[in-house]
C-alpha cells in the first residue's frame, strides 16, 4: 500500500463502522471512511472469555465500500458469513488484501475453514491494485479460503475473486459441499511470485468432496486449472459443471482435473475460449498431474488433455458404481492470437509438436456420445474483453534463450499482459456475444452456452424453467420419487419427490434411448418435500422416463406425453 495509507491507524475506525442493526444475528458494517480491517471486526467478535458472541453471525458489507485483510480468520466450530447488503447504493463491497501489521507479507490464507462458509455478493483481491508498488512490496494472498479440518461446507454466490496466488478455495479435507455460482474470478495466479502451475478456482487435492457444483460462473485469465481435484485416495463423488464461460485460461495442468469419479460428472452448456493457451507439448516438467489420465503417446510422454480423471482410482475405490457421465453441448474456440503464439513458440525452436491438446481423454470418450460433447466454433469474440494471453504464454513457454522459461514453472523476466485492475472486471468487462452464433442456442432448452449472467433475460427465464416448488408438510422420513399426475399428460404434468437431508439433487427427463431430454432440477436442497410442473411444449408424443438422484439415492419412472 502507498506509505500515506500504511502509516493510518484503522483502530478509530472500527467502532465507526459497526452497526449491530437489521435483525438478529446480523452485524451491519458501514462503508468506511479510512482503511479498516475486515479481518479483526471479525476475529474480535467474541465475549471476554473468547468465546463466538454469535455463532450464526452475518458480515453485512454496506454496498459501496471498501475493507482490508490482513490476518488469518478461523472459523473453528462457527459459521463464517459475508454477504453484500440487498438493498442501498453502489457498488459491491471491496476487500483486498494487504500485508499484516510489522510485516512484509500477505496473509498466506485469509480463512482457516473449521466450520461452514458462506460468501456472497462482494468482490475479493488478492492485494491493494490500486497501489501499483503493493504487488512488489509483499505479493500477494496464496489461498482465500483454505479447509484442512473435515466437515465444512463452503458455498461462494455473486463474488468477484481477482489476484489469487494458488486458489480461491483449497480443501485439504473431506468436504461434503462446495459450490461456486454466479461468480467472476480474474487473474488465478500470481506469476513470477507464485508459480505457473498455480492458478485456480478450487484446489481439492487428495480428498472426497460429495458434490462439487459450478454454475453460471466466469473465469478468465488464469495460469492453471479451474479445478485440481488429483492423487486421489477420495473421490469426487458429484461433479456439475453448467453453463460457464472460460477465457484465456493458461492450463499449465489442463482445465479440469477430476481425479477419482463417482456416481456422476456433468459438464455441459459451457464456454471455452483458449482454454489451455499454453498448449500442449512434451515438457518434462509438465508431465506430472497429467499422468493420473495414464494415456502417453509412443515416446512415453503423457497425452496433454483439457479435461481428464484417474481411471484406475474411480474403478478401485471401495464401493464404487458406475459413473453417470454427461458431457454435452459445449461450445471452443482457439484464437488466432493464441494460434500465432504456438506457431511463433515453433519457429524459435520449441517443440514442433505443440498444439491445442485433446479435449477428453481416450477413457472418458469412451463413456460418453462424443458427438455433441464439445462443439468447435468457426469464429467467435466477446463484446469487451482483454486481448489473448500471448504474452504470458511467450514467457511461460518459450526456450531460455529468447527470454523465456523454457517450460519451467517460475523464473525469467516475467512479461506482463493486460492485466486490468479489480473494478474493470464490476464495470467495464463484457462477455456477452453475438447472437449469431451457433453458441447462442446451442446449450440446452435453446439457452447461450456459458455463464448466462452475460444474458440476464435468458437468465431469468432459464431460472423460472428451472423452478421446483417446495410444498409443506413435516420433513419426510425417507427419499421418495412419486408417479407424475396427471399421466399420461398434455402438455402439462406434476412430479413431487421427497429427500430426508441437504442434498445436491437433479432430476432429469429422458427419451426412450437414454438420452438427456433436458434437466428440470439441478440444485443443492434442503430436507423436504418438492414438486415440479413439468411442461412439455416442444416434446413429441412418446414415452419418456423421469429420473431423481440425491445422494446414493436414485429412482426412475416412466411417463407418457399425448398431444
Given at each position: 500500500?502507498?506509505?500515506?495509507?500504511?502509516?493510518?491507524?484503522?483502530?478509530?475506525?472500527?467502532?465507526?463502522?459497526?452497526?449491530l442493526?437489521?435483525?438478529?444475528?446480523?452485524?451491519?458494517?458501514?462503508?468506511?471512511t479510512?482503511?479498516?480491517?475486515?479481518?479483526?471486526?471479525?476475529?474480535?467478535?467474541?465475549?471476554?472469555?473468547?468465546?463466538?458472541?454469535?455463532?450464526?453471525?452475518?458480515?453485512?458489507?454496506?454496498?459501496?465500500g471498501?475493507?482490508?485483510?490482513?490476518?488469518?480468520?478461523?472459523?473453528?466450530?462457527?459459521?463464517?458469513?459475508?454477504?453484500?447488503?440487498?438493498?442501498g447504493?453502489?457498488?459491491?463491497?471491496?476487500?483486498?488484501?494487504?500485508?499484516?501489521?510489522?510485516?512484509?507479507?500477505?496473509?498466506?490464507?485469509?480463512?482457516?475453514?473449521?466450520?461452514?462458509?458462506?460468501?456472497?455478493?462482494?468482490?475479493?483481491?488478492?492485494?491493494?491494485?490500486?497501489?501499483?508498488?503493493?504487488?512488489?512490496?509483499?505479493?500477494?494472498?496464496?489461498?482465500?479460503?483454505?479447509?484442512?479440518?473435515?466437515?465444512?461446507?463452503m458455498?461462494?454466490?455473486?463474488?468477484?475473486?481477482?489476484?489469487?496466488?494458488?486458489?480461491?478455495?483449497?480443501?485439504?479435507?473431506?468436504?461434503?459441499?462446495?459450490?461456486?455460482?454466479?461468480?467472476?474470478?480474474?487473474?488465478?495466479?500470481?506469476?513470477?511470485?507464485?508459480?505457473?502451475?498455480?492458478?485456480?478456482?478450487?484446489?481439492?487435492?487428495?480428498?472426497s468432496i460429495?458434490s462439487?457444483?459450478?454454475?453460471?460462473?466466469?473465469?478468465?485469465?488464469?495460469?492453471?486449472?479451474?479445478?485440481?481435484?488429483?492423487?486421489?485416495?477420495?473421490r469426487?463423488?458429484?461433479?456439475?459443471?453448467?453453463?460457464?464461460?472460460?477465457?484465456?485460461?493458461?492450463?499449465?495442468y489442463?482445465?479440469?482435473?477430476?481425479?477419482?469419479?463417482?456416481?456422476?460428472?456433468?459438464?455441459?452448456?459451457?464456454?471455452?475460449?483458449?482454454?489451455?493457451?499454453?498448449?500442449?507439448?512434451?515438457?518434462?516438467?509438465?508431465?506430472?498431474?497429467?499422468?493420473?489420465?495414464?494415456?502417453?503417446?509412443?515416446?512415453?510422454?503423457?497425452?496433454?488433455?483439457?479435461?481428464?480423471?484417474?481411471?484406475?482410482?474411480?474403478d478401485?475405490?471401495?464401493?464404487?458404481?458406475?459413473t453417470?457421465?454427461?458431457?454435452?453441448?459445449?461450445?471452443?474456440?482457439?484464437?488466432?492470437?493464441?494460434?500465432a503464439?504456438?506457431?511463433?513458440?515453433?519457429?524459435?525452436?520449441?517443440?514442433?509438436?505443440?498444439?491445442?491438446?485433446?479435449?477428453?481423454?481416450?477413457?472418458?470418450?469412451?463413456?460418453?456420445?462424443?458427438?455433441?460433447?464439445?462443439?468447435?466454433?468457426?469464429?467467435?469474440?466477446?463484446?469487451?474483453?482483454?486481448?489473448?494471453m500471448?504474452?504470458?504464454?511467450?514467457w511461460?513457454?518459450?526456450?531460455?534463450?529468447?527470454?523465456?522459461?523454457?517450460?519451467?514453472?517460475?523464473?525469467?523476466?516475467?512479461?506482463?499482459?493486460?492485466?486490468?485492475?479489480?473494478?474493470?472486471?464490476?464495470?467495464?468487462?463484457?462477455?456477452?456475444?453475438?447472437?449469431?452464433?451457433?453458441?447462442?442456442?446451442?446449450?440446452?432448452?435453446?439457452?447461450?452456452?456459458?455463464?448466462?449472467?452475460?444474458?440476464?433475460?435468458?437468465?431469468?427465464?432459464?431460472?423460472?424453467?428451472?423452478?421446483?416448488?417446495?410444498?409443506?408438510?413435516?420433513?419426510p422420513?425417507?427419499?421418495?420419487?412419486?408417479?407424475?399426475?396427471?399421466?399420461?399428460?398434455?402438455?402439462?404434468?406434476?412430479?413431487?419427490?421427497s429427500?430426508?437431508?441437504?442434498?445436491l439433487?437433479?432430476?432429469?427427463?429422458?427419451?426412450?434411448?437414454?438420452?438427456?431430454?433436458?434437466?428440470?432440477?439441478?440444485?443443492?436442497?434442503?430436507?423436504?418435500?418438492?414438486?415440479?410442473?413439468?411442461?412439455?411444449?416442444?416434446?413429441?408424443?412418446?414415452?419418456?422416463?423421469?429420473?431423481?438422484?440425491?445422494?446414493?439415492?436414485?429412482?426412475?419412472?416412466?411417463?407418457?406425453?399425448?398431444?
Open positions: 500500500m502507498k506509505a500515506a495509507l500504511r502509516i493510518m491507524l484503522p483502530i478509530f475506525l472500527l467502532l465507526s463502522s459497526l452497526t442493526t437489521f435483525g438478529q444475528h446480523i452485524m451491519f458494517l458501514t462503508k468506511p479510512g482503511i479498516t480491517y475486515l479481518d479483526d471486526i471479525i476475529n474480535a467478535d467474541t465475549t471476554s472469555s473468547g468465546a463466538r458472541k454469535d455463532t450464526l453471525r452475518v458480515y453485512e458489507l454496506q454496498r459501496g471498501t475493507w482490508f485483510w490482513h490476518s488469518t480468520v478461523i472459523n473453528a466450530g462457527w459459521k463464517l458469513d459475508i454477504e453484500a447488503a440487498d438493498t447504493s453502489g457498488g459491491k463491497p471491496i476487500i483486498y488484501s494487504t500485508e499484516a501489521s510489522g510485516t512484509t507479507a500477505a496473509p498466506y490464507n485469509w480463512v482457516d475453514v473449521q466450520g461452514d462458509v458462506t460468501v456472497k455478493n462482494v468482490v475479493m483481491c488478492g492485494y491493494f491494485d490500486l497501489d501499483t508498488s503493493a504487488f512488489n512490496t509483499y505479493g500477494g494472498t496464496f489461498i482465500l479460503f483454505r479447509c484442512a479440518t473435515p466437515g465444512p461446507r458455498e461462494f454466490d455473486g463474488n468477484v475473486f481477482n489476484n489469487v496466488g494458488q486458489a480461491v478455495a483449497s480443501a485439504f479435507a473431506a468436504v461434503p459441499t462446495v459450490i461456486f455460482r454466479d461468480n467472476l474470478f480474474a487473474n488465478m495466479g500470481l506469476p513470477p511470485t507464485v508459480d505457473v502451475g498455480n492458478g485456480r478456482a478450487i484446489d481439492c487435492r487428495n480428498v460429495d462439487l457444483v459450478f454454475v453460471n460462473n466466469t473465469y478468465l485469465y488464469g495460469f492453471d486449472r479451474v479445478v485440481r481435484h488429483i492423487a486421489s485416495v477420495g469426487l463423488n458429484h461433479f456439475i459443471f453448467d453453463h460457464n464461460t472460460v477465457y484465456e485460461n493458461g492450463g499449465r489442463g482445465l479440469i482435473a477430476l481425479g477419482a469419479v463417482g456416481a456422476s460428472v456433468q459438464i455441459t452448456n459451457n464456454l471455452v475460449i483458449d482454454p489451455m493457451a499454453f498448449g500442449a507439448d512434451t515438457n518434462t516438467k509438465r508431465q506430472s498431474d497429467f499422468k493420473e489420465m495414464n494415456e502417453f503417446d509412443s515416446n512415453g510422454k503423457v497425452k496433454m488433455t483439457w479435461i481428464y480423471n484417474s481411471p484406475a482410482a474411480s478401485t475405490l471401495p464401493g464404487q458404481a458406475t453417470n457421465w454427461n458431457i454435452s453441448n459445449n461450445y471452443w474456440y482457439v484464437t488466432p492470437e493464441i494460434q503464439t504456438w506457431n511463433t513458440l515453433v519457429t524459435n525452436g520449441w517443440d514442433p509438436n505443440l498444439n491445442m491438446g485433446r479435449i477428453l481423454t481416450d477413457s472418458i470418450k469412451a463413456k460418453i456420445d462424443t458427438t455433441n460433447a464439445f462443439i468447435k466454433l468457426d469464429s467467435f469474440s466477446f463484446t469487451n474483453v482483454p486481448p489473448p500471448s504474452g504470458p504464454v511467450l511461460a513457454t518459450e526456450p531460455t534463450s529468447v527470454g523465456g522459461t523454457g517450460g519451467a514453472s517460475s523464473g525469467g523476466t516475467y512479461i506482463p499482459y493486460d492485466k486490468h485492475l479489480t473494478l474493470y472486471y464490476e464495470d467495464t468487462l463484457n462477455c456477452t456475444y453475438s447472437t449469431s452464433s451457433p453458441a447462442y442456442t446451442g446449450a440446452n432448452g435453446g439457452f447461450p452456452a456459458g455463464d448466462l449472467n452475460w444474458f440476464p433475460d435468458k437468465k431469468a427465464a432459464w431460472e423460472q424453467l428451472t423452478d421446483v416448488k417446495a410444498i409443506g408438510g413435516v420433513v422420513a425417507k427419499y421418495t420419487l412419486e408417479q407424475n399426475y396427471p399421466n399420461p399428460f398434455n402438455p402439462s404434468t406434476t412430479i413431487r419427490y429427500i430426508t437431508a441437504p442434498q439433487v437433479t432430476l432429469k427427463i429422458y427419451n426412450v434411448l437414454g438420452q438427456v431430454v433436458t434437466t428440470l432440477v439441478n440444485r443443492e436442497q434442503a430436507a423436504g418435500n418438492y414438486e415440479y410442473n413439468f411442461s412439455a411444449d416442444n416434446l413429441s408424443s412418446g414415452i419418456y422416463f423421469y429420473t431423481l438422484r440425491a445422494g446414493n439415492f436414485v429412482s426412475t419412472k416412466k411417463m407418457i406425453l399425448l398431444k
